[in-house]
């Protein structure tokens, strides 16, 4: 699961994470998308660009 | 002289503005006040009947816990430990219930609050995808707070302010070395020389680069220790106005009990 908060400034960034996902599956750039979603600072920007997504590995071992 | 605030952006989430006429002390205490003085709510007990999820409790609790929860009249509320009661009660305590069964992903606005004027600020936050079969119920007591005693209750997101530049140009040959040395793009050549248009100054970083460029020392950049330019951002539990406001309301009660505290001596 993305994080709910960017690590450093505090930010809400988790319900913008789906949009991102979304688009960046559909080959948009992922700097241009994250400029459109208004995520400005980097430290905002790294929690989107280096999030793996553990989830639907993690899930058939409970 | 009196303080001068002018705003430059103001939006729900953010804001923008100088403020002159002031000292770095008084700039500084405005800045703290709003990251770590202005109480909040937030989620900071979990009692879990069920998780079955992926995550376990005290991840999920983490979560929950950095959910921004807006609230309309929060002075009617007391901290726990300023309120009389000894298990929690309704003036220092709300309960939030959470109940969902898999598949499905749960929102933040899948939380039931018992008091409708306490509700997360967004209602679109991810807590946690459940699979086929995983379940989660528990309920969430959330608690008023101030931002220094842990991040969940802080109200404003970075938080900043920086001097604001006094450009001062004298003989300029008009090279043009400063202009095309920003890294801004604000400086500017017309018949007298090199110039800063007044929009455009608060987009001047400091950095001297302009400064070191120039051959002649024609261009001098000072910091205006006097203006400072803020940058605000709100996590949703206040309009970043009503930040802004009671940041300096905080300040002002803490200086009375301060005036107080020295009649009394």
Redesign the interface.
């Known amino acids: 699961?993305?994080?709910?908060?960017c690590f450093t400034?505090?930010?809400?960034i988790?319900?913008q994470?789906?949009e991102y996902k979304n688009r960046v599956e559909e080959g948009e750039n992922s700097g241009a998308v994250l400029d459109d979603l208004g995520i400005k600072?980097y430290c905002c920007r790294r929690m989107f660009l280096t999030h793996v997504e553990l989830?639907d590995t993690?899930?058939p071992y409970? | 002289m009196t303080m001068k605030v002018d705003m430059l952006e103001l939006s729900e989430r953010s804001a923008r503005f100088v403020l002159s006429n002031t000292t770095p002390a008084f700039a500084n205490s405005i800045r703290r006040a709003m990251l770590a003085d202005v109480p909040t709510f937030a989620i900071d007990d979990l009692n879990i009947y069920n998780n079955t999820s992926v995550l376990y409790d005290e991840q999920l609790g983490l979560r929950l816990a950095l959910i921004p929860i807006a609230t309309e009249n929060i002075d009617d509320y007391t901290t726990q430990d300023e309120c009389t009661c000894e298990e929690g009660c309704p003036s220092c305590e709300v309960s939030i219930t959470l109940s969902a069964e898999g598949p499905k992903m749960v929102y933040s606005g899948d939380l039931i609050s018992s008091d409708p004027s306490i509700q997360p600020a967004d209602t679109n936050i991810p807590i946690i995808e459940l699979k086929e079969d995983q379940r989660v119920v528990l309920e969430a007591l959330a608690h008023k707070g101030l931002g220094k005693d842990n991040a969940k209750w802080q109200a404003g997101v970075a938080c900043g302010y920086k001097n604001l530049p006094l450009i001062r140009v004298n003989n300029c040959d008009k090279c043009g070395l400063c202009v095309s040395e920003c890294p801004k793009g604000i400086i500017y050549l017309d018949e007298e020389g090199a110039k800063v248009s007044e929009e455009n100054l608060v987009d001047c970083i400091l950095c001297k680069l302009c400064e070191e460029a120039c051959e002649i020392d024609a261009i001098s950049v000072k910091e205006d220790e006097s203006s400072f330019l803020f940058t605000v951002e709100s996590d949703g539990s206040y309009s970043s106005q009503q930040l802004i406001i009671n940041a300096g309301n905080t300040i002002k009660t803490k200086a009375t009990e301060m005036q107080e505290i020295l009649n009394n001596l």
């Open positions: 699961m993305i994080p709910i908060r400034c505090g930010k809400v988790a319900n994470w789906h600072r989830v993690l899930a409970q």
